[in-house]
């Protein structure tokens, strides 16, 4: 089955940019998509791409998809303590009955 | 309503007693999910409904696990018989016509614990 891997901890200063990398082994994948986790909260969506883009940037976060190597990374730039969370990465290959295929996520702990 | 919502937000059960989790979603989407997320694990798909079609029951762990939804409204998530290994948060998400490339809007999910 569809499989998405990223590193559990991403360890950065506050002010340095983060990157976090994702992944993903379906081929057909459509669209794909990084989740922000807070403690005690559901998932919010803050961005996704569509696997006919390789690029997509929205104010501080930047997506990055190679298709290629089935590889996608999300840069936050000036990382801020609010930024503390927990960032999953989903695939879907059409939605409907397939829903979302998720990674395990990556907690990113910022340093003073 | 505004957003997804669920309850109870925590719920703590022995072991062998049935619960039942309701998930509230946004008013006009059509699609809901149930996921489980066990701590440290990422999402695990449960179950699928989309409008009045036949739900999607694909990704239930076992037959103690059954859900419902009338419509497009409230669903109801039941468990059975409650062993520890359910203990996990469980989210609901619903999305609308476009909820492919929106992705899904997400509850704050239910804490389940069994003792």
């Known amino acids: 089955g569809e499989d998405v891997e990223q590193s559990l901890f991403l360890s950065v200063r506050e002010g340095d940019s983060s990157v976090i990398n994702c992944t993903y082994t379906?081929?057909?994948?459509?669209?794909l998509y990084w989740y922000k986790q807070e403690p005690g909260a559901g998932l919010q969506l803050l961005t996704y791409?569509?696997?006919?883009?390789d690029m997509k940037q929205d104010q501080r976060l930047t997506v990055l998809l190679n298709k290629k190597d089935k590889h996608l990374s999300l840069r936050i730039a000036d990382t801020q303590t609010g930024d503390s969370a927990i960032y999953f990465c989903?695939?879907?290959?059409?939605?409907?009955?397939?829903?979302?295929?998720f990674g395990k996520g990556t907690h990113l702990i910022i340093q003073p | 309503g505004a957003g997804v919502s669920q309850s109870p937000s925590n719920k703590v059960t022995e072991k062998g007693k049935d619960v039942e989790l309701r998930c509230d979603p946004i008013?006009?989407?059509?699609?809901l999910y149930w996921y489980r997320q066990r701590l440290g694990q990422g999402l695990e798909f449960l179950i699928y409904?989309?409008?009045?079609?036949?739900?999607?029951k694909s990704g239930l762990p076992s037959d103690r696990f059954s859900a419902e939804r009338t419509g497009e409204s409230v669903s109801t998530l039941t468990i059975q018989r409650t062993q520890q290994e359910d203990s996990a948060v469980y989210l609901c998400?619903?999305?609308?016509?476009?909820?492919?490339?929106?992705?899904?809007?997400f509850g704050s999910g239910t804490r389940l614990t069994v003792v």
């Open positions: 998400a619903s999305s609308g016509r476009t909820g492919v490339r929106r992705g899904y809007t």
């Open positions: 379906d081929s057909s994948s459509t669209y």
């Open positions: 791409i569509f696997s006919n883009m």
């Open positions: 989903a695939e879907t290959s059409g939605g409907g009955a397939d829903g979302l295929t």
């Open positions: 008013s006009g989407h059509t699609a």
């Open positions: 409904f989309q409008g009045n079609s036949a739900p999607d």
